[in-house]
């Protein structure tokens, strides 16, 4: 996965344990795609006082996923869905064996459920 | 859901971000049943202290899931995935329509992939 988007990913899931102030600093550079230089003219901060409270928000943000892992535990039920719209696009496809079909798609749903 | 369940999730989810020695008490209360009493004499501390230190894990993991909403989101996921497996339960008493099955499924299956 691309940098940014796992760190989009890491602040839908915990951004809101970030303070306020940096949450909207936070959000202009990682979902607005403003530049350093743009962000402390918005927030009458310096550029380099910009640059490390983004840095304190990323590693805040990693440091509650390597603790609790639960982007990793969305990610795994998202990446087992998609086999199962997989499996139902080669049904869509050939129309054979729906015994089959069902009992793939049963042991995805059994293991998604082991895991949540 | 009844209470104890519940904390026990919300420890599952969050029981990270409390510190070594909230995690020793806690789980003694929330995963061994252990009652306040017990705690007391194995911690060396008062039982009120116990009491205590409970309710403030307590709030605290509160705190996380009112801000983070992860574990509400887990039994979506959960519940739609528990859906899929009773259509495919279906079929196997009826062995009737797979098309209408195949159809159904996909729309839970997108569902879920939407929330996550």
């Known amino acids: 996965m691309n940098k940014i988007l796992e760190?989009?990913?890491?602040?839908?899931f915990?951004?809101?344990l970030l303070t306020t102030?940096?949450?909207e600093v936070y959000e202009q550079f990682i979902?607005?795609?403003l530049s350093l230089s743009e962000i402390a003219e918005s927030a009458g901060i310096s550029r380099q006082g910009v640059h490390d409270l983004i840095r304190r928000c990323q590693r805040?943000?990693?440091?509650y996923e390597?603790?609790?892992h639960l982007v990793e535990r969305f990610?795994?039920?998202k990446e087992k869905v998609g086999e199962i719209g997989e499996i139902l696009d080669e049904w869509e496809r050939e129309k054979k064996n729906p015994e089959e079909i069902v009992g793939r798609i049963r042991r995805i749903s059994d293991t998604i459920i082991e895991e949540l």
Do not use: P
Not at 7 to 12: C, I, M, N, R
Not at 60 to 63: H, M, P, V, Y
């Open 7 to 12: 760190q989009a990913l890491l602040y839908d």
């Open 66 to 68: 390597n603790k609790l």
């Open 60 to 63: 805040a943000l990693e440091g």
């Open 21 to 23: 102030h940096q949450k």
């Open 14 to 16: 915990y951004g809101e």
């Open 75 to 77: 990610l795994s039920v």
């Open 31 to 33: 979902l607005d795609d």
